[in-house]
C-alpha cells in the first residue's frame, strides 16, 4: 500500500476493537499508532510523513466529530476514515461535509477499511507535495523585487516587452533583463510554466 513511513492513527475506546484494527492495519506493513481517546490523540508527538486517522465516531466525552472539528479549527488537517457502531445518515453526512474520506458502520470488511485508509494516505500525500510546491513557490517569489513582480504580474496578464515598458515607463531593453530575472529566479522555462506558478500565489 504505502511506505513504512505511513503511519495510521487509530482512535477507539474500545481496547478489542483497537487492537483488531492495529493487527489488520500492521499486516499490509503500516505504521499504526493506538488511543483510547481523542485528548490521548491530541497529546501524541506529531509525526512527519503522510498519515490518517481511523476514529470512532460515539465515544464518551469528545466524540469523534469534535475532534474532526478541534483539528480543524487547530489547522492540522488530516484524512479521517470515521467508523461507527451507532451511526445515522445525518451524522455520515456531517462527517463527509467536514472533509472526510469514508464513513463505515461496524462491522465493515476488511478490505473496505483498508481501500479508505489507502486513500486517505494518497491524499494525505499529495497534499503534503502540494504544500511543499507551494512553499517553494513562495519562497522564489519572495525573492523578486518590487518591480519584477509589478512585470511578472504583466507577463502573466500576457503583455509584450513594449507594452509593459509603456505602462511601466521603462525601457524594453530594461523590461526584457527584469523579464529574464524573473524566469530564472521562478524557475520557469516558459511563460506557460510561469502562469502556472503564479496561479498557485493567489
Known sequence: ???????????????????ALASL?????????????????????KRDGPSCLVLDVRMPGVSGLDLQRE???????????FISAHGDIPMAVR????????????????????DAIRQALDRDQAARAHHAELAGVTSRYAQLTTRQRQIAAKIVEGRLNKQIAAELELSEHT?????????????????????????QLV
Open 1 to 19: 500500500m504505502k511506505p513504512s513511513s505511513s503511519i495510521v492513527y487509530v482512535v477507539d475506546d474500545d481496547v478489542s476493537v483497537r487492537e
Open 25 to 45: 492495519i500492521g499486516s499490509v506493513a503500516l505504521s499504526v499508532e493506538c488511543f483510547a481517546s481523542p485528548q490521548e490523540f491530541l497529546r501524541r508527538r
Open 71 to 81: 483539528l480543524a479549527r487547530a489547522g492540522q488537517p488530516i484524512p479521517i476514515v
Open 95 to 114: 462527517a463527509m461535509k467536514a472533509g472526510a474520506v469514508e464513513f463505515l458502520a461496524k462491522p465493515f470488511r476488511d478490505e473496505d477499511l483498508l
Open 175 to 199: 523590461i526584457k533583463i527584469h523579464r529574464r530575472r524573473i524566469m530564472e529566479r521562478m524557475g520557469a522555462a516558459n511563460v506557460a510554466v510561469l502562469v502556472h506558478l503564479m496561479e
